[in-house]
């Protein structure tokens, strides 16, 4: 397996904008997670930062099937004897909905040293307006 090295001037980052409201979260995270990692291109490499910026707006208006707002929860544990913590999904989403698309993004890219980069490369948006410069809407 041969992997070409894009050059520097092939490195252009696009602009892409997603409505949460027209996609489950599942298949919302796996569509933003390629394009931050850069897959959709040719010229993408696996060591490098190829990905482009995405702008998903409507996030509170992600769509969730079946019963999950009443049985997923969300857990942290402090470390200490009786520090876990326990938060259903409708609950989440009712105080901060950006945590629940962020976290359901984060799971969908790899763990490496790339991950945080290209995690604030996504910026997410309650409504639908923002200041960004859009090149592509992402279906």
């Keep these: 397996m041969t992997t070409t090295l894009p050059k520097v001037q092939e490195l252009k980052r696009e602009w892409y904008e997603v409505d949460a409201s027209k996609h489950s979260l599942g298949r919302l995270a796996t569509a933003v997670a ?16 190829t990905g ?19 049985q997923k929860e969300y857990f942290h ?4 004897p ?4 326990r938060r ?3 609950d989440v989403m009712a105080n901060s909905p950006e945590k629940v ?25 309650k409504g639908a307006s923002h200041s960004f410069k859009i090149d592509k809407k992402l279906a």
């Design 82 to 85: 009786g520090g876990l913590k």
């Design 34 to 49: 390629r394009v931050l990692a850069g897959k959709h291109k040719a010229n993408y490499t696996p060591h490098l930062g």
């Design 88 to 90: 259903l999904l409708k």
């Design 52 to 70: 482009d910026f995405v702008v998903i707006t409507n996030i509170e208006k992600v769509k969730l099937t079946g019963r999950k707002p009443l």
């Design 101 to 125: 698309v962020y976290r359901a993004v984060r799971g969908m890219l790899p763990t490496n040293r790339l991950r945080a980069g290209r995690l604030k490369r996504m910026k997410l948006v």
């Design 77 to 80: 544990y402090s470390g200490y």
